[in-house]
């Protein structure tokens, strides 16, 4: 099959990034043909002025990138186009190249960008869906869209146009979430059942050394969302534990400061894989719903259970007291980081989520998953 990948990366490394590199290989390498078409968010921050408004105003629909996509498909002549993040430099112009070619897509909903304009669910330090029960003005009300009035109304515009449009509903063939509680808000966002089907993220097996040693490891985007507070008070409650910690931090002195803590800055993702391989458990501290979190499967690749908060994405992946253990306060944080500072208590665990990882997550169950998806919606054209 001959696949084209569309996907609009981010300024930063994302988990989302991280998904379409593991698709185009697990593809290629099980002899389907893979072609991107990357549009890269780092390109802004050397555009001029008025490069930044003709982006700002071609939102909608961009006729620069429908050209270059009209002359990408009569070079390779794709049987399906494979949608990930579309802004704000590629736009929904790809579902209208797509329909006139009369070509199949299917897109990865990685967020909820389409029932929300900062893609999240989360304002001011709490779950918010004032957008997903009808006011769709909220994100703007709010600044919601990178903290501005102006490109709040801007992305705000896009979604209510082609909603109105019939963009999201007619001219794209299936719409993957990543789990059924995603799924549940994309329908009551007004998204067609028919069109929605789950199919998780995925990581290959690891091959590591697993060890259990006396340190639990919290990783990611260090930030207020992410849980970095949470983290902070965890640290000071238990001096005696210890704490290895990987990713960017605007304030990395409250990191530093703190002798149980180990804060190795950014680091490669292989260095990061290694250090899960050692660890005790998983921090998974995130305040919102989340999409599917790359963090918990491979977490769960390297036979380590998960401190997660009982919420959204988390929720339906960690099975309580099994592969993990999920927390809805600050109190029962601490008592599970106990818990699971148990060494046999943590092995226990880390086997159950290996098993999970064994039943949801291999590579071969998203390789056949993705062609099944692929193959009904192909099918519908011949």
Known sequence: MKILQVHNSYQNLTGDDSVVEEEFKLLSQNGH???????????????????????????????????????????????????????????????????????????????????????????????????????????????????????????????????????????????????????????????????????????????????????FLYSGKLEEQKGLNDFLCLAERMPNMKFKVVGFCANPESLLKRKNIHYLGEVPRESVLELMSQCRAILFLSKMYEGMPMTIIEAFANKKAVIARDLGAMKEMIEHNKCGLLFSSFEELCSHVSTLSNEDIAKEQGKYAFREYQDNYTSEIALNRLIEIYSSVVENYE
């Open 33 to 215: 043909q893979v072609k991107q078409f990357i549009k890269q968010n780092k390109s802004l921050g050397q555009a001029s002025l008025l490069d930044k408004f003709k982006i700002a105003a071609s939102l909608r629909s961009s006729n620069k990138v429908k050209v270059q996509l009209i002359k990408t498909f009569e070079q390779f002549h794709p049987d399906i186009v494979h949608v990930h993040n579309i802004f704000p430099l590629i736009t929904p112009v790809i579902f209208e190249v797509c329909n006139e070619l009369k070509i199949p897509v299917v897109q990865t909903l990685h967020n909820y960008r389409l029932l929300c304009i900062n893609t999240l669910f989360y304002r001011n330090g709490e779950i918010c869906e004032e957008c997903q029960v009808g006011n769709n003005r909220a994100g703007v009300k709010y600044n919601c869209y990178n903290n501005s009035r102006i490109q709040s109304l801007l992305m705000q515009d896009v979604i209510d146009f082609h909603f109105k449009a019939g963009t999201w509903k007619n001219s794209i063939d299936k719409f993957i979430c990543l789990s059924d509680f995603a799924k549940k808000k994309f329908i009551e966002g007004g998204l067609p059942d028919s069109k929605l089907v789950v199919k998780p993220n995925f990581v290959g097996s690891s091959e590591r050394r697993i060890t259990y040693e006396d340190f």
